[in-house]
């Protein structure tokens, strides 16, 4: 292949990437589409040793070819059938976009294009959240009018105030970064913004904490001296009166306590079905903790403990996942699974020491967001969760070990 056309099948494939971070948070189609022409254009390009190259040096390479790897021999002992597996390795499979994603990213003008396609997507999205207080917005996922309630537009309302939080942590750092008054006005405008639609514009009970944790992180890591905690104390106050201004906020709230205190009932409910997700999902783990059950053996093995335990009608409410993502890979991965999950988390906070300061708290917040949601959901599992996740461990773990090289070339 000559040089010329690699180069412009490797350019091919990083403008396809940036449209699918454009697209994937609103339309997850044209996003799938655009990332998987990012693949096919990758894979055409070539440079396989470069890409081995880069592996060696990469630890968040390793967890993720790792993890994957660990999914792939859990079908060799699973109890599954075969399309259960399937599932679990077509939805896993979203980790091989890396390694195959990780040298279109190795320019800093790349990552910054997919950095602005995200947050023009995020933007897209905030504004048809306001606007949805007045009009019925075709493409918005939830058709409710007026002040409160969900105005959720993109996917589920967990899904969305996910990214959202994310997003508002990136208009706080590029704010703070700004040089002048009102670009930095705008960013925080839009990120007061995005936490109000959070807080009042949705009934997401893990958008109210994952809002919380990123401007935790935010204070924590930004700001320096006794500042951040006079900050840190404000900004929880001003996140508790605005949750409880909201009605919504507070029926949500207390129910969750009371679905809580009841969990032992085993009625289906959000969180007291989760909370017993956890705990016979824990149980299950247990039964074979270091080599776990196989991959896709979570959805039958999970029917046959519940009917064992005197509730068959548990079969189908918690037999998708036991949302908990550190629970689902030990009960089908064992402690291996377990482990490299952590420790692919865990990594942007590690690259966080050595990366750039307006980087820092980014690194920071997307290790504290996946490893918060995944007590309360299944973050790799889930459709756009798992885009989302995937991808901005990509961007942001591009941008730690490439801009940490540009800084330091030696």
């Known amino acids: 292949m000559g040089a010329k056309l690699q180069q412009r099948l490797h350019t091919g494939a990083q403008w396809a990437l940036v449209a699918g971070f454009l697209f994937f948070p609103v339309f997850l189609a044209l996003g799938n589409i655009a990332i998987a022409l990012a693949a096919v254009l990758a894979l055409l390009a070539g440079g396989w040793r470069q890409r081995w190259q880069q592996i060696g040096s990469t630890p968040l390479l390793w967890w993720a070819l790792g993890l994957y790897g660990c999914v792939l021999l859990g079908v060799a002992y699973s109890p599954a059938p075969w399309a259960d597996m399937q599932v679990h390795l077509s939805k896993y499979g ?33 504004l048809s959240v306001y606007a949805s207080i007045w009009w019925l917005l075709p493409w918005s996922a939830k058709q409710t009018l007026g002040w409160g309630g969900d105005h959720t537009v993109a996917g589920d309302y967990i899904t969305q105030n996910i990214m959202m939080c994310f997003f508002v942590l990136l208009a706080l750092v590029r704010g703070q970064a700004a040089r002048w008054h009102w670009l930095r006005a705008t960013w925080w405008l839009l990120a007061a913004l995005a936490a109000l639609a959070i807080t ?22 930004a700001w320096q001296g006794r ?16 949750l409880w201004a909201s009605p919504v906020v507070r029926e949500r709230m207390a129910l969750g306590w009371q679905e809580a205190r009841t969990s032992t009932n085993m009625e289906i409910t959000s969180v007291g079905g989760r909370i017993n997700f956890w705990r016979l999902t824990a149980e299950m783990a247990l039964e ?26 548990w079969c189908h409410f918690g037999g998708w ?7 689902f890979f030990w009960m089908e991965n064992g402690l291996p699974g377990l482990l490299l999950f952590v420790l692919l988390l865990a990594t942007p906070a590690w690259l966080a020491r050595q990366a750039a300061p307006t980087d820092r708290p980014l690194l920071w ?11 309360i959901n299944a973050p790799l599992f889930s459709a756009r969760e798992s885009h989302f996740f995937i991808l901005m461990l990509l961007l942001w773990g591009a941008q730690a070990h490439w801009g940490r090289r540009a800084q330091h070339p030696g």
């Open 94 to 126: 979203k980790l091989l976009v890396l390694p195959l994603f990780w040298p279109l990213l190795q320019e800093a003008h790349w990552r910054r294009r997919c950095t602005n396609a995200f947050a023009a997507a995020m933007v897209f999205i905030l």
């Open 365 to 375: 917040g997307l290790s504290a967001i996946l490893a918060v949601n995944s007590l």
């Open 321 to 327: 996942h036991p949302h908990n993502q550190y629970l």
């Open 288 to 313: 074979k903790p270091l080599q776990g059950w196989g991959t896709g053996s979570y959805h039958n093995t999970w029917c046959q403990h519940v009917t064992q335990k005197g509730r068959p009608d």
């Open 200 to 221: 009042q514009l949705s009934e997401g009970r893990t958008g109210y904490l994952l809002l919380a944790v990123v401007l935790a992180v935010y204070i924590l890591v």
């Open 227 to 242: 500042g951040r905690w006079w900050a840190l104390g404000a900004a929880a106050s001003a996140l508790a009166l605005a």
